[in-house]
């Protein structure tokens, strides 16, 4: 079992350029999340997905889209980056949604120039 | 005031010293309490959880949730150079449709 894989590991990007972040689970997991990571901000929730079909905001997802693609996959898409988009960012999944145990990625490093 | 507040350190400790990490929390509804750790370059792995007041224990690691301070401690007995990491608290309401809260996280040093 892999776990929580995400694509690419790294990346640089110029302001005004777009990509999508790409997360896989195979733990049949229910609930999918996208996190960002600051240094001195911990981590933040930007959306997720509490089951295949549904997705919702959480609390900074301005900037960000999601799609579900289907139960393995939950991907993140910025649509014209900017230098505030600088993060980490992992994938997480769990069974369900009101799961204390959340399985992490190994994270995107980001950089928008 | 957030919802969950926890001193970033860092924390520097010999090994062998007993290590006390601590968050504190606003709202009583609160019932789950997680520490994930999070070594660096990695995502964070949860260590343990409790479900409302008490204390777990697992190995050298001990969590302990007092509800009336709204106060939440990791402690780590007999600590390791291995458990040089940051380690994060996280909340959780016993609700359908809600999703972790984090804190900061805590870096702590532990020094052979």
């Known amino acids: 079992n892999a776990g929580v894989t995400q694509t690419p590991k790294f990346q640089v990007l110029k302001t005004g350029q777009s990509m999508t972040l790409q997360c896989a689970q195979d733990m049949n997991h229910n609930s999918m999340y996208w996190y960002r990571q600051d240094p001195g901000m911990g981590l933040r929730l930007i959306y997720y997905?509490?089951?295949?079909?549904?997705?919702d905001k959480g609390e900074v997802p301005n900037g960000y889209n999601v799609s579900r693609l289907n139960k393995r996959e939950f991907s993140l898409r910025l649509e014209s980056a900017a230098p505030s988009q600088t993060s980490v960012y992992f994938c997480?999944?769990?069974?369900?949604?009101?799961?204390?145990?959340?399985?992490f990625g190994p994270g995107t490093r980001l950089t928008v120039l | 005031q957030k919802e969950v507040e926890q001193d970033p350190g860092p924390l520097s400790v010999p090994e062998g010293a007993i290590v006390s990490l601590n968050c504190t929390y606003s709202n009583s509804a609160f019932q789950y309490f997680m520490w994930y750790r999070q070594y660096s370059r990695k995502g964070p792995e949860l260590l343990m959880y409790?479900?409302?007041?008490g204390n777990k224990e697992d190995g050298r690691f001990t969590a302990q949730v007092d509800k009336s301070s709204k106060y939440i401690s990791l402690f780590i007995r007999d600590s390791q150079p291995s458990d040089s990491a940051t380690y994060l608290c996280?909340?959780?309401?016993?609700?359908?449709?809600?999703?972790?809260?984090f804190g900061k996280g805590t870096t702590l040093s532990v020094s052979s």
């Open positions: 409790t479900y409302s007041s």
């Open positions: 997905s509490a089951s295949e079909g549904t997705t």
């Open positions: 996280a909340i959780m309401r016993n609700q359908a449709g809600t999703a972790l809260i």
């Open positions: 997480a999944s769990s069974v369900r949604l009101a799961s204390p145990e959340q399985f």
